[in-house]
Nanobody, 115 residues
Framework: QVQLVESGGGLVQAGGSLRLSCAAS????????MGWYRQAPGKQREVVAS????????NYADSVKGRFTISRDNAKNIVYLQMNNLTPEDTAVYYC????????WGQGTQVTVSS
């Protein structure tokens, strides 16, 4: 069973940057598209970025386009989310998961952006 462990969140001022990491167990990681998702208080979980299995195709939500960059290291089974120019609206718990055939959600990593 695949396990997903997110890390790298924290408290940052508006305009700052964070780099999130997601370590995935299991051999299926490198063949499957991965996504970063976030859930703000009182809101539904939403996808913010996704990346294909080999990393050649990336997609972003309009709200983060130009500020966030998703990448992956298939040798290490890790997917990253570089977040720049953060705003208070980016405050949420961030999760990673497969785009399809999702695994159990990890604990997520809290990102808090102060104004």
């Amino acid at each position: 069973q695949v396990q997903l462990v997110e890390s790298g969140g924290g408290l940052v001022q508006a305009g700052g940057s964070l780099r999130l990491s997601c370590a995935a167990s299991g051999s299926t990681f490198r063949f499957n598209a991965m996504g970063w998702y976030r859930q703000a208080p009182g809101k539904q979980r939403e996808v913010v970025a996704s990346i294909s299995g080999v990393g050649s195709t990336k997609n972003y939500a309009d709200s983060v386009k130009g500020r966030f960059t998703i990448s992956r290291d298939n040798a290490k089974n890790i997917v990253y989310l570089q977040m720049n120019n953060l705003t208070p609206e980016d405050t949420a718990v961030y999760y990673c998961n497969f785009v399809t055939n999702k695994a159990s959600w990890g604990q997520g990593t809290q990102v808090t952006v102060s104004s």
